[in-house]
C-alpha cells in the first residue's frame, strides 16, 4: 500500500461543478499536509496548505480529517482554468529526518 | 517570479554524451531535490542534499550523480546518457520563507531532457 493514495481520475466535470478530492496517508505521525497544483508539463506549485481546523482560500477549502487519515479538497464553482493535476502532500518527521511523501495526483478536467 | 531556476529548459542530445543540469536558488534553503517525472507520471525522487557537501540518493535509483559545494547550486550530471534518460527533471528546495516564516517547497521550472 503506497505511503499516500489519491484516486487518479481523471474527473471531468461541467464549468460551475463543485468537485471534491480525497487523499489517504498511512503514517498516523504525519505532521503537514499540502494540495500542490500541477499543469501537464509543468512543475507543481503550491496550492494550499492543510490546517486541524480546516481552511479556505477563495473557491478551494481543503480539510484535515487525522482520526481516519484522510485530507480533501473542494473546489466550488469550476472554472475552466482549475483543469490541472491535483498532488496531496504529506509530510512526517523534523529537521533533517523531514520527509515528504507525494500522491500520484488527481487529474480534473472542466469542460465548458 | 521563480527564486529557484533550472537551466537548459530543454535539452536534445546524443547517446553518450555527459550532460549537467543547472538548478539554483537564491531563498538560502539547506534542503534540495531532484526529482524525475515521466509525462502523466508520478514525482519520483532521485537525490536531495541537507546541506553544503552532503547529498543523498533517493527512493528511485538513478544513474546520475549530484553535488552540493555552494548552498545555492545543485547541479545533476549523467556520465553518459542513454534514450532511457530521456524524462522531465525538477529541482526543487525548501525551507522556511524569510517572507511568511512558514516551511515553504518551490519547484524550479525543469529540464526536459531527450536522449536520441
Known amino acids: 500500500r503506497k505511503e499516500v493514495e489519491q484516486d487518479p481520475g481523471p474527473f471531468n466535470v461541467p464549468e460551475g461543478a463543485t468537485v471534491a478530492f480525497n487523499c489517504t496517508y498511512s503514517?498516523?505521525?504525519?505532521?503537514?499536509f499540502f494540495w500542490y497544483r500541477q499543469d501537464c508539463r509543468k512543475e507543481p506549485k503550491l496550492l494550499m496548505s492543510?490546517?486541524?481546523?480546516?481552511n479556505e482560500d477563495g473557491r478551494f477549502t481543503a480539510q484535515l480529517n487525522r482520526a481516519s487519515q484522510y485530507i480533501s479538497l473542494l473546489i466550488r464553482d469550476s472554472k475552466l482554468s482549475d483543469s490541472a493535476t491535483y498532488l496531496c502532500?504529506?509530510?512526517?518527521?523534523?529537521?533533517?529526518?523531514?520527509?515528504?511523501?507525494w500522491g500520484l495526483g488527481t487529474s480534473l478536467a472542466v469542460n465548458p | 517570479e521563480a527564486d529557484i531556476y533550472q537551466t537548459p529548459r530543454y535539452l536534445v542530445i546524443g547517446t553518450g554524451k555527459k550532460i549537467t543540469l543547472e538548478c539554483s536558488q537564491t531563498?538560502?534553503?539547506?534542503?534540495m531535490y531532484w526529482y524525475q517525472q515521466d509525462p502523466g507520471m508520478e514525482l519520483h525522487l532521485i537525490h536531495y542534499?541537507?546541506?553544503?557537501?552532503?547529498?543523498e540518493k533517493g527512493d528511485l535509483s538513478s544513474e546520475s550523480t549530484v553535488s552540493r559545494i555552494r548552498t545555492e547550486h545543485f547541479p545533476l550530471t549523467l556520465e553518459s546518457a542513454r534514450p532511457s534518460h530521456t524524462s522531465q527533471y525538477l529541482c526543487?528546495?525548501?525551507?522556511?520563507?524569510?517572507?511568511?516564516?512558514?516551511?515553504?517547497?518551490?519547484f524550479g521550472s525543469g529540464t526536459r531532457l531527450t536522449v536520441v
Open positions: 526543487a528546495s525548501s525551507g522556511i520563507s524569510s517572507g511568511t516564516g512558514n516551511y515553504g517547497y518551490t
Open positions: 531563498m538560502g534553503h539547506d534542503k
Open positions: 542534499s541537507y546541506g553544503v557537501n552532503s547529498t
Open positions: 503514517n498516523s505521525a504525519s505532521q503537514s
Open positions: 492543510v490546517y486541524s481546523s480546516g
Open positions: 502532500v504529506v509530510s512526517s518527521g523534523a529537521g533533517n529526518n523531514r520527509k515528504l511523501i
